[in-house]
């Protein structure tokens, strides 16, 4: 099985959501939201996606300002190629591309939640997170 890696290379949004149905992450993104599905690939600033051929079956999705952080906003691999180091070598990718200082940070799927501390991410219960529509308090 011979994959090819590229980096910001144009995905088109039917692309993005069929991989995310083949890797079982489309259950947790509204795929069904067209505007929303063509925003995230068109507004993110760092892509790298993984092919079999013109298949699509790995992304590494993140928005960054390259510098200080990097926010790995979807990481999928299609279900017939999981495991095979495809996930690991999309982060490597995206990681090669950032500046020295800068930190790789995203939320876990709850099914993928052991594996980050297993490839070398620590875990940071100070995480926060706003949901759409809710109020800042005082
Ligand atoms: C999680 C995911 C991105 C990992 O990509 P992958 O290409 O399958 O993973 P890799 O081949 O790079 O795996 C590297 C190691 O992590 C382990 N691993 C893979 N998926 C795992 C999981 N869900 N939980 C725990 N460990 C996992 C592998 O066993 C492998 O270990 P090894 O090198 O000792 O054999 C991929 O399985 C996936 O798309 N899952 C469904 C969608 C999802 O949950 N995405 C994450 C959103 S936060």
Same mark, same amino acid.
């Not at 939201?33 to 992304?59: H, K, T």
């Not at 999309?90 to 020295?100: C, F, I, N, S, V």
């Not at 594996?115 to 529509?133: A, F, K, M, Q, S």
């Given at each position: 099985?011979?994959?090819?890696? !590229?980096?910001?290379?144009?995905? +088109? ?10 890797? +079982?992450?489309? #259950?947790?993104? *509204? ?6 599905? #063509? ?18 079956? @790995? ?21 017939? %190629? ?5 996930? !690991? ?6 990681? #090669?591309?950032?500046? *020295? ?8 799927? *709850?099914?993928?939640?052991? %594996? %980050? @501390?297993?490839?070398? %991410? +620590? ?8 949901? *759409?529509?809710? +109020?800042?308090?005082?």
């Amino acid at each position: 099985m011979a994959i090819s890696f !590229k980096v910001n290379h144009p995905i +088109t949004a039917d692309q993005f959501i069929g991989l995310l149905e083949s890797s +079982t992450l489309g #259950e947790r993104r *509204p795929i069904h939201d067209r505007d929303c599905m #063509e925003g995230v690939v068109s507004n993110s600033n760092l892509i790298v996606s993984a092919w079999d051929n013109s298949v699509l079956v @790995g992304i590494a999705r993140s928005v960054t300002d390259f510098h200080y952080a990097c926010y790995l906003s979807d990481l999928a691999v299609h279900g017939n %190629y999981q495991r095979s180091g495809i996930g !690991k070598r999309l982060q490597a990718l995206t990681q #090669e591309h950032l500046g *020295p200082l800068c930190k790789l940070i995203l939320i876990a799927a *709850p099914a993928a939640n052991s %594996y %980050y @501390g297993e490839i070398g %991410y +620590t875990h940071n219960d100070r995480c926060w997170v706003l949901d *759409p529509g809710a +109020t800042i308090g005082d």
